[in-house]
C-alpha cells in the first residue's frame, strides 16, 4: 500500500476529512516554498500538492497563472520543484503530490521522471492533462517505482470515462468540484457530491474534492461526502497578498489552520 492510501486508511480510523493544500513551487521563491511546505505540514496537512509553474495553465484560474508566471519568471523547472521536495522531506514526512501538466514532463520523460521523482521522495504526481486513452506507458513508469498516479474527474466526464480512470488511478481521485477553472468561490454546486457518489459506484479509492473550496465552512461540506478536501487559490492568493511580509509563512500557516477550525466531533 503506498503512503497516500496509508494515510487516507488512517483518516478513515480517525473519522476524519483530509486536508490537502496547494502552492507553486517557488512563488515567491524556492527557500520560502520549502518553508511554506513544512508550514503547512505543521498546521495539519495530510498531504500537500506541489505544483509545477507552467506557462499555460489552461485548468487554472487568474490566481495560480499569476503564481506560475511569478516562478516562471525567477527561472523555477522541475528539476527546482523536485529539489525542493527533496530538501523539505528532510524536515516532515508527510505525502507530497507533484502537480503538473503534461508538457513540462515530456522532455525528462515517463521514466526519467519517475526515478527522479522517488529519489525525491515524492509521493505521486498528478498530470492534469494527461487524460488515460494515453496513460498507459506513465502508469507502468510510475507503479514501477512506486508512484501514485492521481487522476482528475469532472462532473461531466461520462461514466465511461470514469470506470476508465477508476482502472488506472491509485492513490486516490481527484474530484472537480465544478466545470471551469480553479479559483475561490463563495458557493458551491451540488455536482462534486453527484460526482462522488459516481466515483464510489466505480472504484474503492479515495476521493478528494477541488477547485473552489476556499473558506473552512467549504470544507467542512465537503468532508460529509468526500474524504478530503483539496484547497489550493485561496492559499495561492494569501501568499499574492503577504509576499513582501516577513511574516508571510507564520501567516500562511495561520490561515491555513483556520480552515480547519472549529473541526466537527471526530475530525
Known sequence: MSRIRDTFSELKRSSRGGFIPFITAGDPDLETTERL??????AGADIIELGVPFSD??????????????????????????KCVSNTKQH?????????????LLKIGQDRLAKEARRARIDAVLITDLIPEEAG???????????????LAAPTTSDERLTRIARQASGFIYAVSRAGVTGARNDMS???ERLVK?????????VAVGFGISTAEQVRRVWRFADAAV????????IEK???????????GEFARSLLEPRPAGQ
Open 242 to 252: 503577504l509576499s513582501d511580509s516577513p511574516d508571510l509563512v507564520a501567516q500562511l
Open 190 to 192: 451540488r455536482d462534486a
Open 137 to 151: 506507458p506513465w502508469v507502468e513508469a510510475f507503479h514501477d517505482h512506486e508512484l501514485d498516479l492521481i487522476f
Open 57 to 82: 495553465p489552461v485548468a487554472d484560474g487568474p490566481v495560480i497563472q499569476r503564481a506560475s508566471e511569478r516562478a516562471l519568471q525567477k527561472g523555477v523547472t522541475l528539476s527546482d520543484a523536485l
Open 198 to 206: 459516481c466515483l464510489r459506484a466505480v472504484s474503492d479509492l479515495p
Open 37 to 42: 511546505l513544512v508550514e503547512l505540514a505543521t
Open 92 to 104: 516532515i514526512d508527510v505525502p507530497i503530490v507533484l502537480f503538473s501538466y503534461l508538457n513540462p
Open 231 to 238: 484547497i489550493g487559490s485561496a492559499l495561492v492568493s494569501q
